[in-house]
């Protein structure tokens, strides 16, 4: 890309494919936290975006999208919710029945643990000490 052009770009939407919506609306809103921004459903498409807390990046999930339905659930891996405090935001998802791993310390102030939600789909939570 030519260097003297500069695009804003902004990743804002994640699709995250799911078998049960309202069960991954449950775990999402209810467990982890997540804001429901909208809950459409229109001639056999569902559309749910969810928003961590302070993110500018939701997730969609849903039914009858077609980029949606040929992913398969489970087949997301590694994304990242970038917390404040990693111990209080894995005792509330223990707290919540979710299985949550043991915090890696990888030095530099860089902690992370991972979770999965009820397909598979896997998350870090990475935490960052600036300074």
Sequence with gaps: MDQTHKFAMKLQVVMLPVTDVDKAINFYQNTVGFHIDHDVNNNGVRVVQLTPPESDCSIVIGKGMEALDQMEASSIRGLHLVVDDIDSIRDHLIKH???????????????????????????????????
Aim: net charge negative; glycine share 18%.
């Design 97 to 131: 029945k979710v299985e949550v791993s043991d915090i890696i310390d990888y030095g530099g102030g860089i902690r992370m643990a991972g979770f999965s939600d009820p397909d598979g789909n896997s998350w870090a939570l990475q935490e960052i000490k600036r300074g």
